[in-house]
Every structure is written in structure tokens, then in C-alpha cells.
């Protein structure tokens, strides 16, 4: 790579890693769903799984910190591109080679469950996919399914439609509650999972999630 001469290499040692103190200022902190304390989760089931996996937990990190990153952004749809190019923005100041930035690009792009254009490819890619499927799932992928249902003005409980039931699409006027996020996701997510790791924490959560909406289900229709 040639230089111009007023541009000089910042020195390996002195690159910069994004901080947990820096992530939180990249989040909102009224979101319960998509907010800072999902983020801390998804780092810290990162560097589980990442140890146990042998990945690059300097890539591993700095994805987990910025895959929801959008800088103020509210729109969700397509928020795993919008951190991507943020996630650029931010390494590239820090210094960071371009083999580095891709790589970590590279998991925020691939960790959304509804976009598979691109899928992970490396083990930090497939950590982090798993990382954060595995926060969606459980009593955390419980509480977090409510309140995204109540923070975009959804009902938290309706009988899902014979049309979702078969397609996944809502009918006209159909809400997206909890119980459809379970259907068209949260029950598929353990079987969609990369690492071996990933899918032994995975176990449990799922078991809980499908207990927890058997049980939801039969109250909501006086069953129990």
C-alpha cells in the first residue's frame, strides 16, 4: 500500500480496540431489546465461546461491540449493513490493517437471521452469529421478544393467522407478537446454529423457550 508522505502508519501496538465504555455510546439506552445490555451479553457469550473455539477474539470482540451499531439510527430493517459500514468507520480511525476490518465486516454482515446473503464463513463470523441467536432464545429471548412487542406498539398475545401459520407472511392488519417470533424464528434458532459450543448452550434455552410458550399459550386460552 503506498502512503501519501503526510500519512504515517500508525504503529501496531498503538492501534485502538473499541471499548466496552466506547460501544455504549453507539447504543440506546431505552432499547430492551436491540440496547447496550444486549450488546454486553453478546460480548461476553463471545469471548466464551471464542476461547472454546480457538478464534481471533481481537476480530471476535470488536464485531460483538459494533454489530448493531447504527450511530443514532432507529431503522432496524437492514441494521447489520448500516453497522458494517460503521464498524469501517470506526476501525479505520483507530488504524486497524484492511484484512482486519473486512474480517470483522465480515461478522456483522453474516450474524442476522433474516438475511442470508451472506453467511458465516469464519469461525469469529459463526461465534458471533451463534452469540447472538443464542441471547434470543431462553428467559433472556423471552423477555427480549415482550418487550420489542411492546416497545413497537405490538399486542403480546393474538392467535397467529392460518396464513402465517403455513407461510410465515401476516394476514392484513395482523400483529407481530411474541408467539409469531417464536413460530417464523425462535423455535428454529438451535438447529441453525455454527459452533459445537454454541449449540450445547443452545440445549437448554431452547427447552425453556418451548416450555415457556406451551405454557403461555395454554393460559391465554383458559387451559390451564
Not at 476490518?101 to 442476522?112: D, E, F, G, N, P
Amino acid at each position: 500500500m503506498v502512503l501519501s508522505p503526510s500519512v504515517k502508519p500508525i504503529p501496531k501496538e498503538k492501534r485502538l480496540m473499541p471499548s466496552i465504555t466506547d460501544a455504549q455510546s453507539w447504543y440506546p439506552a431505552n432499547d430492551p431489546a436491540h440496547g447496550f445490555a444486549h450488546i454486553r451479553r453478546v460480548y461476553d457469550l463471545c469471548e466464551r465461546l471464542g476461547q472454546e473455539e480457538g478464534a481471533d477474539l481481537k476480530i471476535l470482540r470488536a464485531a460483538a461491540l459494533l454489530h448493531d451499531a447504527q450511530n443514532g439510527a432507529s431503522v432496524r430493517e437492514g441494521h447489520h449493513l448500516a453497522a458494517a459500514r460503521f464498524a469501517r468507520h470506526i476501525l479505520h480511525a483507530e488504524g486497524w490493517p484492511e484484512e482486519e476490518i473486512s474480517a470483522v465486516q465480515h461478522c456483522i454482515r453474516a450474524h442476522r437471521f433474516r438475511d442470508k446473503r451472506e453467511v458465516p464463513q469464519t469461525i469469529e463470523a459463526q461465534v458471533l452469529y451463534d452469540a447472538d441467536k443464542l441471547d434470543a432464545i431462553g428467559a433472556v429471548g423471552v423477555i427480549r421478544a415482550v418487550a420489542y412487542a411492546i416497545l413497537h406498539g405490538e399486542e403480546i398475545y393474538a392467535s397467529p393467522s392460518e396464513r402465517f401459520l403455513s407461510t410465515g407472511e401476516r394476514e392484513p392488519g395482523e400483529p407481530h407478537t411474541p408467539r409469531h417470533e417464536f413460530i417464523y424464528k425462535l423455535q428454529h434458532i438451535k438447529d441453525q446454529l455454527y459452533t459445537s459450543s454454541g449449540k450445547a448452550l443452545a440445549r437448554q434455552r431452547h427447552h425453556f423457550l418451548v416450555h415457556f410458550f406451551q405454557q403461555f399459550e395454554a393460559e391465554m386460552n383458559g387451559l390451564r
